[in-house]
């Protein structure tokens, strides 16, 4: 009976400690990740859509995770000047299965088209130039639950004209969520239960001894 006791002790002092090492598994849904180009006649065409990714698990503040998060691209042939080499805003509505409530800002960026400065190579001017996106050096935090939150950092990439390349986001864990009421009372009665068990194990002894 004691061991029972004893565990049922140290399940106790997990779930009560649980809070302030409280992890997050975060997980997108690529059906609702887009990427969309803010209207206007100058800038490079630019298409994207999100990739699925995790689920994973961030276990203490300050984690971060770093995966492929969207695609980015453009269907033009070549890059025309003035016209495409001219920057064009973009930006990216993320939305995540898990953390099913996790709302944040648009991510924002730039898309542009460019030549590197050779006659020839992958960005070159017979190669048609490339596009690249930059995305703001600033993260986007998202929060969930009761305080929680996390931020995402977007990677800049470069693409061939025609052509798309994968863009990296890091994940960063920011502050954990606080338990719902509902949570606090369940471990409430967990201790109660510990508590009940124990003074019926005691009271035997008492009335032996009497």
């Known amino acids: 009976m004691k ?3 004893l565990a049922a002790a140290l399940a106790a002092t997990a779930v009560i400690s649980s809070p302030a090492m409280a992890s997050v598994t975060i997980e997108g849904d690529p059906a609702n990740t887009t990427v969309t180009g803010f209207s206007g006649s100058n800038g490079l065409l630019i298409s994207g859509s999100g990739l699925s990714f995790g689920p994973f698990t961030l276990t203490n503040i300050g984690d971060t995770f770093t995966t492929s998060v969207l695609t980015i691209g453009t269907p033009e042939g070549s890059v025309n000047l003035f016209e495409d080499t001219t920057p064009r805003q973009v930006s990216v509505d993320f939305a995540f299965l898990n953390p099913l409530d996790a709302a944040g800002g648009l991510v ?5 088209g ?9 960005c070159g001017v017979v190669a048609g130039g490339c596009g690249a996106v930059d995305w703001s050096n600033t993260p986007t935090i998202f929060n969930f639950g009761t305080g929680g939150s996390f931020s995402l950092l977007l990677g800049d990439a470069t693409f061939a004209t025609p052509g798309s390349a994968r863009v990296s ?11 719902e009421p509902s949570t606090w009372a369940m471990m409430l009665l967990g201790f109660g239960a510990v508590g009940f068990a124990m003074r019926r194990r005691r009271t035997p002894a008492l009335a032996q001894l009497a």
Do not use: E, I
């Open 114 to 122: 460019f030549f590197a400065p050779t006659l020839f190579g992958s």
């Open 108 to 112: 924002t960026g730039s898309t542009v």
């Open 169 to 179: 986001g890091t994940f960063t864990y920011l502050t954990a969520a606080v338990p």
């Open 3 to 5: 061991r029972y006791l």
